[in-house]
């Protein structure tokens, strides 16, 4: 079933539309004299994976990253849960349920994924003590990081590992983990199957689906196509700072979605 642009998605028969988890509205970002962003709609709902595809430079990136609090826009607005809020900074979008995963994937190598998945939000104790002088709390961080692996199924044979010496799809599966643990309500990935081979694409699909499943609105930037068609329950296309279609990605609408991202025929 394909949605009409700006048009939300059906969930379910009769009752009341949640509003949308992250909403942006004619969203405009300028950088000098280029236009990276041109009245952007966008809008993604819990339990739902939104692709956002276009060619490189199409505003991909500025998009997430103005919704990420690292840019702001220039005019437009963003709601969270029907609610307009301000992304002042990437801190601002976490404290509002918003985490993102950057290609980079910001591991630090020589640390094991508990100490990674609360890096700069370690639990110390105890609290009537100054900041200085408190105690990590690390079997309970180890733990809460090992229960959420389980959870989400992410096999790491050795969790007091360094991640520098884990494989692409695992690593990329802990900034996955990561992103879930603190994100309530977006998840944010930027090419999460890029450089993977079939095997670790896989596991990486799967655990997209599996946040899905646990509520998460989950948006994917991407150019493989056969994984947004796996994933995706629907496409947004950027092409020169400006949406120019959604679409519902399986394999018959595939050359309609490839035409939008070039500016072809459909």
């Known amino acids: 079933m394909t949605s009409a642009p700006g048009e939300p998605a059906p969930r379910g028969v009769g009752g009341p539309v949640a509003p949308p988890a992250l909403a942006v509205r004619a969203a405009t970002k300028r950088f000098g004299a280029v236009v990276a962003l041109d009245g952007v709609d966008l809008e993604v709902r819990p339990g739902e994976v939104l692709a956002l595809l276009g060619d490189n430079g199409a505003g991909k990136s500025t998009l997430i990253k103005c919704v990420s609090g690292v840019h702001r826009l220039d005019s437009g607005s963003i709601e969270m849960g029907g609610v307009p809020v ?18 980079d994937l910001a591991l630090f190598d020589n640390l094991d994924p508990a ?21 990590l709390r690390r079997r309970e961080m180890a733990r809460a990081s090992a229960e959420l692996l389980t959870r989400l199924q992410v096999g790491i044979a050795d969790a007091r590992a360094p991640v520098g010496l884990m494989s692409g799809g695992q690593r990329q599966a802990i900034a996955v983990a990561r992103a879930a643990a603190f994100a309530s309500k977006v998840v944010i990935l930027d090419e999460p199957t890029a450089a993977l081979g079939l095997r670790e694409s896989r596991r990486v699909l799967d655990l997209i689906l599996r946040l899905r499943d646990e509520g998460h609105a989950v948006i994917v930037v991407s150019h493989a196509m056969d994984h947004v068609i796996e994933v995706a329950d629907r496409a947004a296309v950027l092409r020169r700072g400006r949406k120019v279609g959604e679409m519902t990605p399986t394999p018959d609408n595939r050359q309609g979605i490839v035409s939008l991202i070039v500016g072809g025929e459909a």
């Open 86 to 103: 301000t992304m002042g900074s990437p801190t601002a979008a976490r404290a509002l349920g918003i985490e993102t995963v950057y290609q």
């Open 115 to 135: 100490a990674n998945f609360y890096a700069g939000r370690e639990l110390a104790g105890p609290r009537w003590l100054p900041p200085g002088l408190r105690v």
